[in-house]
């Protein structure tokens, strides 16, 4: 399958996303932090074609693919999980931070969005390891010094144990892909 996002030709993200796509089944609900142009989006309705898939960003231009839900809030708004639950009464089954690349805003929006995931669900980071892959992000990070990157906050999701994760997987490829208890 071939998708018109950078999980597919930049990041080599599909294969992890189709192994949680078949756990998770065709009526899932996918929540993508960090919208874009919409491919990710376009991708989770393909996957989840009886489901529901939900876009947040901050940027109103983005795309949003019509049939998706859209959310236009900062990653780290406390109000952004009762904007998501809105849209899932019952939360999601998979959530996806896909935004910033900043270290203490993935974390906000861990803390925020964490207790949505239902049970079986998973919750992913991307691109923790980029600073290595695409140095703008560390170079942004560089000139903003209250910006951390996301390789030095990542290794503090595995708390998630302490909160109902089964596991906390850290692929090479840079997802961290956490999956609440069953």
């Given at each position: 399958?071939k998708?018109?996002?950078?999980?597919?030709?930049?990041?080599?993200y599909i294969?992890?996303?189709?192994?949680?796509?078949?756990?998770?089944?065709?009526?899932?609900?996918?929540?993508?932090?960090?919208?874009?142009?919409?491919?990710?989006?376009?991708?989770?309705?393909?996957?989840?074609?009886?489901?529901?898939?939900?876009?947040?960003?901050?940027?109103?231009?983005?795309?949003?693919?019509?049939?998706?839900?859209?959310?236009?809030?900062?990653?780290?708004?406390?109000?952004?999980?009762?904007?998501?639950?809105?849209?899932?009464?019952?939360?999601?089954?998979?959530?996806?931070?896909?935004?910033?690349?900043?270290?203490?805003l993935?974390?906000?929006?861990?803390?925020?969005?964490?207790?949505?995931?239902?049970?079986?669900?998973?919750?992913?980071?991307?691109?923790?390891?980029?600073?290595?892959?695409?140095?703008?992000?560390?170079?942004?990070s560089?000139?903003?010094?209250?910006?951390?990157?996301?390789?030095?906050?990542?290794?503090?999701?595995?708390?998630?144990?302490?909160?109902?994760?089964?596991?906390?997987e850290?692929?090479?490829?840079?997802?961290?892909?956490?999956?609440?208890?069953?």
């Open positions: 399958m998708y018109d996002t950078d999980k597919d030709w930049r990041h080599g294969p992890d996303y189709l192994r949680l796509a078949r756990a998770l089944g065709p009526a899932a609900v996918a929540c993508e932090v960090g919208v874009h142009e919409g491919g990710s989006l376009a991708m989770w309705q393909d996957l989840f074609p009886q489901g529901m898939v939900i876009g947040v960003d901050n940027d109103p231009s983005c795309t949003w693919p019509e049939g998706t839900r859209r959310v236009i809030a900062e990653q780290d708004d406390p109000a952004l999980a009762v904007m998501v639950a809105g849209h899932a009464l019952a939360g999601c089954d998979l959530i996806v931070d896909d935004a910033s690349h900043v270290g203490q993935s974390m906000a929006t861990f803390a925020l969005l964490w207790p949505l995931v239902r049970p079986g669900g998973f919750y992913v980071v991307e691109d923790w390891a980029d600073p290595w892959v695409n140095p703008l992000w560390m170079r942004t560089q000139a903003n010094p209250e910006h951390q990157d996301l390789v030095d906050v990542v290794p503090g999701l595995i708390t998630a144990l302490k909160d109902g994760a089964r596991t906390v850290y692929t090479r490829e840079g997802l961290v892909i956490i999956r609440r208890q069953a």
